[in-house]
């Protein structure tokens, strides 16, 4: 069975730039997560996607991310314009359906590593 | 909001030894999981073991075991038989079992070395 795939691996750019991240969950998995993972912490969620609707994006800084997930399948994570504060990994993970009985466990992705200089 | 806090930042053990992983978390919930996940220098995070925190038998897999204190709210990790692949970056993780609260609450993280 394939697994979260995301591209590119690694991204450096300039501040002000504009840069955006894709990523094809789990095939059957509805429910897609976005985290940012900053050097020497844990990951922090992003937003979280049921199928094309948001469930959640409270700690989404909204003035320069974006995100979609238009067909319900892959999603595109985008930051414009970047801060050199934004430089981490950006980690993918997806779960089956909420409400499914197999929600409980998240299986993430090789993540992005975004540098910006 | 919930917290997860792990207080050993980094660790080291001999191969083949045992070695055990602190986490403690804060929550006014009665029923989430908890997780262990593993992030070798790839990335990837990778899940090592969860808890069902309305089950009292504490969680197996293979060299991996958790002691589950749920009055403490304590949730470590041992490693039996250590081997060089299991040096990584070590999360605990929480997930409320609440409908619309899926998210996954991350500690800081442990970065385990094994010494050969």
């Known amino acids: 069975e394939a697994g979260v795939a995301q591209s590119p691996r690694y991204k450096i750019i300039e501040k002000r730039q504009s840069v955006a991240f894709w990523c094809n969950p789990i095939s059957g998995h509805a429910t897609l997560y976005w985290y940012q993972q900053i050097l020497g912490q844990g990951p922090k969620l992003l937003i979280q996607f049921q199928n094309n609707g948001v469930v959640d994006d409270s700690q989404l800084p909204k003035d320069r991310f974006s995100a979609e997930r238009l067909k319900g399948v892959d999603s595109t994570l985008k930051i414009q314009p970047a801060k050199l504060e934004d430089s981490a990994v950006y980690l993918c993970?997806?779960?089956?359906?909420?409400?499914?009985?197999?929600?409980?466990?998240?299986?993430f992705g090789p993540g992005t590593r975004l540098t910006v200089l | 909001a919930q917290t997860v806090t792990q207080s050993q930042p980094e660790m080291s053990v001999q191969e083949a030894e045992t070695v055990t992983l602190s986490c403690t978390y804060d929550t006014s919930e009665s029923d989430y999981y908890l997780f262990w996940y593993k992030q070798p220098p790839s990335r990837q995070m990778i899940l090592v073991i969860r808890?069902?925190?309305?089950?009292?038998q504490n969680a197996t897999e293979n060299r991996f075991s958790v002691n589950f204190q749920k009055a403490a709210k304590s949730f470590s990790l041992k490693i039996s038989d250590s081997q060089l692949g299991d040096a990584a970056m070590y999360f605990c993780?929480?997930?409320?079992?609440?409908?619309?609260?899926?998210?996954?609450?991350f500690g800081q993280g442990t970065r385990l070395t094994i010494n050969p």
């Open positions: 808890q069902e925190a309305y089950k009292q």
């Open positions: 993780a929480y997930r409320s079992r609440l409908q619309g609260a899926q998210k996954l609450v």
């Open positions: 993970a997806s779960s089956f359906p909420l409400g499914s009985g197999r929600a409980d466990t998240q299986y």
